[in-house]
């Protein structure tokens, strides 16, 4: 019984993964193919943010560069329960949230919207289980004695 709660709390936990994955694509493919901005000419009214005004545009290319690869590599990690993984994810999410405070404004569209408050609920309940819900004994960091 308890082996099979065990297991069904990791396909969640997996699941809650690929959901995150799935979001995250549909987030940044449905805004380049239907470019609202060009249509509705609002680019010209947006705050760049700190970022691209102070360090000429270049980090934002590298920073969005670091971020996909860290956030690729993490979601890898947790997805297998490497213990690991979970500390990768937090300092991905942390860093997000401060790039996201410097990075000026966003536009969220009616329908992308909901969509972003999923993936950042999705995020959230990657984080509690991790550390404080059913899963974190899978990520937990084992000693070995020899």
């Known amino acids: 019984m308890n082996n099979e709660k065990v297991e069904t709390n990791k396909i969640f936990f997996r699941r809650i993964i690929l ?3 799935f979001i995250v694509i549909l987030t940044g493919f ?9 249509y509705y000419g609002i680019s010209r009214f947006i705050n760049p943010g700190y970022t691209s005004v102070l360090l000429k545009g270049k980090f934002e290319l590298y920073s969005t560069i670091f971020m996909s690869f860290f956030s690729l590599i993490s979601l890898i990690l947790i997805y297998f329960f490497i213990p690991i993984g979970k500390y990768f994810f937090l300092i991905y999410f942390c860093t997000n949230i401060f790039l996201i405070m410097l990075g000026g404004d966003i536009i969220n569209y009616g329908f992308l919207y909901p969509l972003e408050w999923l993936k950042n609920v999705t995020e959230a309940l990657l984080l509690y289980q991790m550390f404080i819900g059913a899963n ?3 990520f937990r960091i084992r000693k070995f004695k020899s």
């Open 30 to 38: 449905i805004p380049s193919v239907f470019d609202f901005e060009k």
């Open 19 to 21: 959901l995150m994955v």
């Open 136 to 138: 974190k004994e899978n």
